[in-house]
């Protein structure tokens, strides 16, 4: 048994990032470790990082900037880790050079932890642990969640899609799929300790199968579990999208009404370019039959401006678009080039940062609009509202979702964290809605009788 040491872990990036930081919880406490409150009371210090953006690794810079300072300035003996997509995407050029770092591991390696930092400690060991599974999906680690009325669970790791920007194919390796018993058992154990909400992850999430079994079959199962209110995804790919999930969403009123789709550009040139493998017009047809089957689904989005070659004709493309589609919300994002990707390899990133930046303020003001109109169409009605906290900015009131994803504020006493609250919308600004508590929720009701 190593020595017990402090541990500390700050995650940056997606929620599946979130999550492998509480499977890393879990190994390390395995192990004999225990968890520290914050950095200054830790032996060792972990980042979680992502890789996702050049501005991601920024954020790792700079973050690293100052845990050297606490290094030095301790009475004791402090270790870094870079865990993650930043760590299995510049490998040994992340240790040659920034001293600082005792060792690294990517994102399918969390169980050589405790080695690494026994070994780290013992001789001083630069340790690495960057190979990428093709099984390795963590099953039987129970991950130590932070509690709260979510609890993320990832169903499949790994992509295979190759999008020619995205570096998640090298830092998170190929796609696997995890057992549907172990899911399912890990959902029950979640309802029975109190979470309310499950979030079930993958990086192309819609790809989850195991022989018959596909992603729309696991939501149905997950959606039986007793005690779970609410069941939510994240993110599929438009390209295979089966409309088998879209009827279990519609039947089941404990499956929210909120879907994730990444749109990414809206020519079909671009399209093309990145690999995305539908048109336009496929994706809205899309669009058109997610918005049949389910009344009121709300449907949000990425984009990317400044791909390379996007001309502003195909930039308007993708304005025009964001503007017939209606999306509820988007998350727009410039284009950065990223290491041994094939756009990187093959393509000029040409668009000049001005270019890029006048493009996401379009952008970004168009969707803003967008938003605010859909929600003020919410003005009036009454929605049911997951009580998640009581937001810091605004006293004596509680902040939670509606199953279409639109956070709500509303005033009152008597609320409970996880309940299911009935509220009346009297205004909404800027993404937020705002209303009074009209009474608790009988939330399995509404869509069935939508439904019908
Ligand atoms: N540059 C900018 N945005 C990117 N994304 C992925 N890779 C890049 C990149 N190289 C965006 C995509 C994706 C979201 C998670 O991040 O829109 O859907
Ligand atoms: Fe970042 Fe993508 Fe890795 Fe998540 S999977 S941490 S978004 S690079």
Same mark, same amino acid.
């Given at each position: 048994m190593?020595?017990?040491?402090?541990?500390y872990i700050e995650t940056y990036g997606c929620q599946m990032n979130e999550y492998d930081s509480e499977l890393v919880k879990s190994l390390l406490s395995g192990a004999g470790h225990s968890l520290a409150a914050n950095e200054h009371d830790a032996e060792i210090i972990l980042l979680n990082t992502c890789a996702i953006r050049e501005n991601a690794h920024s954020k790792i810079y700079a973050?690293?900037?100052?845990?050297?300072?606490?290094?030095?300035?301790?009475?004791?003996?402090?270790?870094?880790?870079?865990?993650?997509?930043?760590?299995q995407n510049l490998r040994d050029d992340l240790l040659d050079t920034h001293h600082e770092i005792d060792f690294i591991a990517g994102p399918d390696s969390y169980r050589e932890l405790p080695d690494l930092i026994g070994r780290s400690r013992k001789t001083g060991e630069k340790g690495r642990a960057l190979a990428l599974s093709r099984t390795e999906t963590y099953s039987g680690v129970d991950p130590i969640r932070s509690g709260g009325v979510n609890a993320w669970i990832a169903v499949m790791r790994g992509c295979d899609n190759m999008c020619s920007f995205c570096v998640v194919p090298y830092t998170r390796g190929r796609e696997r799929s995890r057992d549907p018993k172990g899911v399912l058992a890990e959902v029950e154990s979640l309802a029975e300790a109190g979470y309310k909400q499950v979030t079930l992850l993958g990086q192309n999430v819609n790809s989850y199968r195991i022989g018959p079994f596909g992603f729309a079959e696991l939501v149905e199962a997950v959606a039986g579990v007793p005690g779970i209110e609410r069941v939510r995804f994240t993110?599929? /790919? &438009?390209?295979?999208?089966?409309?088998?999930? +879209?009827?279990?969403?519609?039947? /089941? &009123?404990?499956?929210?009404?909120?879907?994730? +789709?990444?749109l990414q550009a809206g020519s079909n040139r671009v399209l093309d370019l990145m690999k995305r493998t539908y048109t336009i017009e496929e994706f809205e047809d899309l669009v058109a039959k997610m918005r049949s089957t389910i009344p009121g689904v709300a449907i949000s989005t990425d984009v990317i401006v400044g791909f390379p070659t996007e001309t502003?004709?195909?930039?308007?493309d993708t304005y025009r678009a964001m503007e017939r589609v209606r999306f509820d919300f988007a998350f727009i994002f410039k284009y950065s080039e990223r290491h041994g990707t094939y756009a990187a390899k093959k393509l000029p990133d040409d668009v000049a940062p001005e270019?890029?930046?006048?493009?996401?303020?379009?952008?970004?003001?168009?969707?803003?609009?967008?938003?605010?109109e859909i929600n003020k169409t919410y003005v009036g009605s009454t929605v049911e509202v997951l009580v998640e906290e009581e937001?810091?900015?605004?006293?004596?009131?509680?902040?939670?979702?509606?199953?279409?994803?639109?956070?709500?504020?509303?005033?009152?006493?008597?609320?409970?964290?996880?309940?299911?609250?009935?509220?009346?919308?009297?205004?909404?600004?800027g993404s937020a809605l705002f209303g009074r508590a009209v009474g608790r929720a009988a939330e399995r009701e509404k869509r069935a009788s939508a439904a019908g």
């Open positions: 190593p020595d017990a040491l402090r541990i973050r690293l900037q100052q845990l050297k300072a606490l290094k030095a300035k301790k009475s004791y003996r402090v270790s870094v880790g870079i865990l993650g997509c930043m760590a993110s599929p /790919h &438009p390209k295979d999208f089966p409309e088998s999930l +879209l009827e279990v969403i519609a039947r /089941h &009123p404990n499956v929210c009404s909120h879907i994730h +789709l990444p502003d004709e195909e930039f308007e270019k890029k930046t006048e493009r996401i303020v379009r952008l970004v003001d168009l969707q803003k609009r967008i938003t605010g937001p810091e900015k605004y006293p004596g009131h509680w902040s939670g979702r509606t199953d279409t994803f639109k956070n709500t504020i509303f005033p009152g006493e008597g609320c409970k964290i996880g309940e299911i609250v009935r509220v009346e919308i009297e205004r909404s600004r």
